[in-house]
Every structure is written in structure tokens, then in C-alpha cells.
């Protein structure tokens, strides 16, 4: 069932942006030893892996010996990224592993406005040599409306518009501006929270068709799960194979299907709302 894994490979960040829910985990890494072994059972259920739950994967001190191993498994990579260190990687779009690149243009609110313009430079380089070589696809995220009223991420919103015709996709709210290129947003919500409503009716894709893993080793039923509140299981001393056999997981995944909610956290999240029908 599962067709996503999210990979934490380090839950450090450069940036402290309004929109993101900071972890109060141990700030690490991943070692790639770790990394390559969690990857190998994560390809027996699935290629598309996601470098991504919280923390900037650009700042790994292994990221591109990670990236090559992702090459050397066949893996279908997508990396989400703030963007602060893309230059630092100009062979990035060389590994053959890499599918799609997303860029969160909302941590231009986090930035000091006199960086914004080499910022947006960087992505936009980046983006136009991923239109050329044709085989990553990038996505430029504007997920919350409330952070396009900021100055520094209106400007890089009002810079596309001036450059790019936004050319309606298939996919709600995304717009074509160059070959494999997008811009996209996305309806707000609010991370899981004990001040959230309680709610014990309701669906989810978590553990169903996603899983994460954090960089501990944690493996948790989706990536808004920041702070390991669901631990499933951890890769250091389970198999993955074993954690997704286990009563906890498996309760959790048909309770998702009767649509009752058994975790108190998926409780409090209404971001799988959307899901409700």
C-alpha cells in the first residue's frame, strides 16, 4: 500500500521560518552507513523516496554520498529543500536517482531582505537548468496564503509572475511556468496540536500509502509527525518489514479504513481532514 517514504536525513535547519513546527528532538544527522541500510529495506515496498520531515537535507555534511548511494539503488529521489545551499551543489540534477526537487519559496520570510534577491537567483538557475536537461521536475511551493503577504516572499512571487506566464496543470492550484517546472500552492493547515480539537472520526493516507522515518531511526505513519509522537518502531533494532506487521501499526491502518481515528495525535490533526468525505 505504502507508495511514499520520507527519509529524514538530518532534522537541523538553517532557518526558524514562521509557517514550520519546530522539533524539539536532538539536533543530528543521519549517517549514510545508517542511511544506505534503512534505504535497501525501503526499496523492497517502494522506489519513491522523499528527503524530507523537518530539517534542510542540503545541510548533511554526506548529502551528495547519500545522494550517490540513492543513484547506485535506483531509487526515484524527491528532495524538499528551503534552498539556502543549492549553490553549494551545482552537479546536483547530474545524479540519475534524482526525480523532483521541491523549493519552499515561504522561507523567504526568514531571510534577511538583502539576500533575497542572490536567493531567488540561485532557485531560478537551478530551476532553468532542470527544464533543459529534462528529467527532474521542480516544484516552487507557496503553501501558505498567509505568508505571501510578507515582503520578501511576495516579492519572489511577484519576480515569477513578471518573467513567466503561469499556465494551468492538471493538478489543482499548480501552474506550469517552464518545462517540468512549477509553481504551486496549496490551502493551509495547522500542524497537530494538543490545542487543536478532538476529533475520533476520520481518514487519513498516513501509514497507508506514506511512512517516515526520522533521523534517530524512528519510523512514524507520516511526516507531520515531527516529534515522533507515533513511534512505530525504530530501523536501528526492527526491520521494516517487522514494524509494518506489528498490532500498532497495523491497528492504526484499519482504523484509518473504518475510518476511526485510534492515535490521540491524528486526533488533533486537521490536515487529514481533507481526507473526510
Given at each position: 500500500?505504502?507508495?511514499?517514504?520520507?527519509?529524514?536525513?538530518?532534522?537541523?535547519c538553517?532557518?526558524?521560518?514562521?509557517?514550520?513546527?519546530?522539533?524539539h528532538?536532538?539536533?543530528e544527522?543521519?549517517?549514510?552507513s545508517?542511511?544506505?541500510?534503512?534505504?535497501?529495506?525501503?526499496?523492497?515496498?517502494?522506489?519513491?523516496i522523499?528527503?524530507?520531515?523537518?530539517?534542510?537535507?542540503?545541510?548533511?555534511p554526506?548529502f551528495?554520498?547519500?545522494?550517490?548511494?540513492?543513484?547506485?539503488?535506483?531509487?526515484?529521489?524527491?528532495?524538499?529543500?528551503?534552498?539556502?545551499?543549492?549553490?553549494?551543489?551545482?552537479?546536483?540534477?547530474?545524479?540519475?536517482?534524482?526525480?523532483g526537487?521541491?523549493?519552499?519559496?515561504?522561507?523567504?520570510?526568514?531571510?534577511?531582505?538583502?539576500?533575497?534577491?542572490?536567493?531567488?537567483?540561485?532557485?531560478?538557475?537551478?530551476?532553468?537548468?532542470?527544464s533543459?536537461l529534462g528529467?527532474?521536475n521542480?516544484?516552487?511551493?507557496?503553501?501558505?496564503?498567509?505568508?505571501?503577504?510578507?515582503?520578501?516572499?511576495?516579492?519572489?512571487?511577484a519576480?515569477?509572475h513578471?518573467?513567466?506566464?503561469f499556465?494551468?496543470?492538471?493538478?489543482?492550484?499548480?501552474?506550469?511556468?517552464?518545462?517540468?517546472?512549477?509553481?504551486?500552492?496549496a490551502?493551509?493547515?495547522?500542524?497537530?496540536s494538543?490545542?487543536n480539537?478532538?476529533?475520533t472520526?476520520?481518514?487519513?493516507l498516513g501509514a497507508?500509502?506514506?511512512?517516515?522515518?526520522?533521523?534517530?531511526?524512528t519510523?512514524?505513519?507520516?511526516?507531520?509527525d515531527?516529534e515522533?509522537q507515533?513511534?512505530?518502531?525504530?530501523?536501528r533494532?526492527?526491520?521494516?518489514?517487522?514494524?509494518?506487521?506489528?498490532?500498532?501499526?497495523?491497528s492504526?491502518?484499519?482504523?484509518?479504513?473504518?475510518?476511526?481515528?485510534?492515535?490521540?495525535?491524528?486526533?488533533?490533526?486537521?490536515?487529514?481532514?481533507?481526507?473526510?468525505?
Open positions: 500500500m505504502i507508495k511514499r517514504i520520507y527519509i529524514e536525513i538530518t532534522n537541523i538553517d532557518l526558524n521560518c514562521p509557517f514550520c513546527e519546530k522539533n528532538r536532538t539536533p544527522s543521519m549517517e549514510s545508517f542511511f544506505h541500510a534503512i534505504l535497501n529495506q525501503a526499496m523492497q515496498i517502494t522506489p519513491h522523499y528527503l524530507h520531515v523537518q530539517g534542510e537535507p542540503l545541510l548533511h554526506q551528495e554520498e547519500i545522494l550517490s548511494i540513492c543513484d547506485s539503488e535506483h531509487a526515484k529521489v524527491h528532495l524538499v529543500t528551503n534552498g539556502s545551499f543549492l549553490s553549494r551543489y551545482p552537479d546536483l540534477l547530474k545524479h540519475s536517482s534524482l526525480s526537487i521541491a523549493v519552499s519559496l515561504q522561507s523567504a520570510a526568514a531571510r534577511p531582505a538583502d539576500h533575497i534577491p542572490d536567493y531567488y537567483a540561485a532557485i531560478l538557475s537551478m530551476a532553468r537548468q532542470a533543459e528529467t527532474v521542480v516544484d516552487l511551493r507557496f503553501w501558505r496564503s498567509e505568508g505571501i503577504s510578507d515582503l520578501n516572499t511576495g516579492w519572489c512571487l519576480r515569477l513578471e518573467e513567466f506566464a499556465e494551468e496543470t492538471a493538478r489543482k492550484n499548480s501552474y506550469a511556468i517552464m518545462p517540468r517546472v512549477y509553481v504551486s500552492f490551502n493551509d493547515f495547522t500542524w497537530p494538543a490545542g480539537a478532538d476529533d472520526h476520520g481518514t487519513c497507508r500509502t506514506q511512512m517516515a522515518i526520522l533521523c534517530d531511526g519510523a512514524v505513519p507520516c511526516c507531520l515531527a515522533g507515533i513511534p512505530l518502531g525504530n530501523l533494532t526492527e526491520s521494516l518489514a517487522d514494524i509494518l506487521n506489528a498490532p500498532r501499526y497495523r492504526m491502518v484499519r482504523g484509518f479504513e473504518q475510518h476511526h481515528l485510534i492515535e490521540p495525535l491524528c486526533r488533533k490533526c486537521t490536515y487529514r481532514s481533507r481526507f473526510d468525505h
